[in-house]
């Protein structure tokens, strides 16, 4: 496909999307093409309300009251948010914090259900902060640090195993982030999911009073909180969960098979215009090809890679580079377009 037809391929492809109203939600900067919402999604229209609404009139004239008034039930409410998002029961979510601090809570929760055991598997592929908090729980209780390829980590796991960190379904903890797809805005508090058959039995290492029964009882010994809550550690980060919540406002009433199928349908796009355009120039694919395996984001290797992103940044086109010299770019089912992809591939092409 020339770059011609390619285009008019995407206007079709996008004047059938069912979720194309959705980018409206977002102030993209006019002239931005934005391809790194994996990293730091965009400010929404009614995050810039929530937080002017929270600043003026929860913080500055209701001041202390509005603990009571909203605030305490936020971390639980916002929770309720998520978990649909991911799939998961109400009540079995709840946010807080940000994801090492939740994956280190999750751990310890899960190491100490099998005290028994003495190895810890992760992959190794994993975002870095996700293996030293690994590390840190294995150095902790003298555990040994098992670190193998996705492939792998079936093969790893025996009777030594106590906890698997893996990126699969019906799991027993799972943490996630709230600046990158959920778009709530830089260090937006992370979320973390207990599966409701552990919710009375696992306990947590950050023993806070925002996880106790009862918080403004102040006894002198920690009783953890019913379900969820117990999670929590300390006060909610206010301004920056305001920020979230109304960023999740976006995903009400959208299905999440719509979301996947626009995600696939952008990726894949870009990876057939690779094919044609960009593996000739010396680009290579560092991403899956089988949908499945892949996440929203897709990424090249170029010899130079990191030089092109800050070039293309200069002219508004937001990507990231990660060494040695991959280029990744994120495709946001919410408010991308397949007609920036064929923008995208045309400016990469044009080195
Ligand atoms: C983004 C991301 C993190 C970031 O952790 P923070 O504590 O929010 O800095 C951790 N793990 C994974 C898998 C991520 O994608």
């Known amino acids: ?30 002239g931005t093409l934005y391809f790194d919402g994996n990293s730091l999604g965009p400010l929404s229209f009614r995050s810039r309300e929530v937080l002017n609404r929270t600043i003026e009139f929860e913080w500055r ?16 409410r ?14 079995t979510v709840i946010c807080a914090d940000n994801t090492s601090i939740n994956l280190h ?38 555990m040994k640090l098992v670190a193998v390829t996705a492939d ?31 778009n709530g805005g830089p260090g937006a508090p992370a979320f973390i999911y207990v599966a409701p058959r552990l919710l009375e039995t696992a306990g947590q290492p950050l023993q806070g009073w925002w996880g106790h029964a009862e918080p403004f009882e102040f006894e002198v010994d920690y009783r953890p909180a019913v379900g969820i809550a117990r999670f929590l550690t300390g006060t909610a980060n206010v301004l920056s969960m305001k ?46 090809r089988t949908p499945e395996s892949r996440g929203s984001h897709v990424a090249l290797g170029f010899a130079g890679g990191k030089e092109l992103v800050a070039a293309m940044a200069a002219e508004g086109i937001i990507a990231d580079s990660r060494p040695p010299d991959l280029m990744r770019f994120g495709f946001a089912p919410l408010y991308n377009t397949h007609q920036e992809v064929v923008s995208l591939v045309e400016r990469l092409s044009s080195y």
């Not at 190491?111 to 598997?121: F, H, M, Q, T, Y």
């Open 1 to 30: 496909m020339n770059l011609n037809e390619a285009r008019l391929h995407a206007q079709e492809l996008d004047a059938q999307d069912a979720l194309s109203s959705l980018r409206s939600h977002f102030d993209i900067p006019e």
């Open 61 to 76: 004239e209701r001041l202390i009251r509005s603990w009571n008034e909203d605030w305490l039930e936020m971390p639980a």
């Open 78 to 91: 916002v929770g309720n948010l998520i978990a649909p998002i991911i799939g998961a029961a109400p009540d």
């Open 105 to 142: 809570k999750a751990l310890m929760a899960a190491v100490a259900l099998r005290a028994d055991r003495s190895e810890i598997v992760v992959d190794i592929n994993n975002f870095p902060t996700d293996i030293y908090i690994a590390q840190s729980v294995a150095s902790q209780h003298g």
């Open 152 to 182: 792998e980590i079936i093969g790893a796991i025996n009777a030594n195993t106590a906890v698997v960190t893996a990126k699969v379904l019906d799991v027993d903890f799972a943490v996630g982030c709230g600046y990158k797809y959920l």
């Open 243 to 288: 920020s979230l919540e109304a960023a999740l406002e976006v995903f009400s009433g959208v299905s999440l098979e719509k979301l996947r199928e626009k995600s696939v349908s952008l990726t894949s796009f870009f990876i057939d215009l690779f094919d044609d355009h960009l593996a000739p120039r010396g680009f290579t694919l560092a991403s899956p």
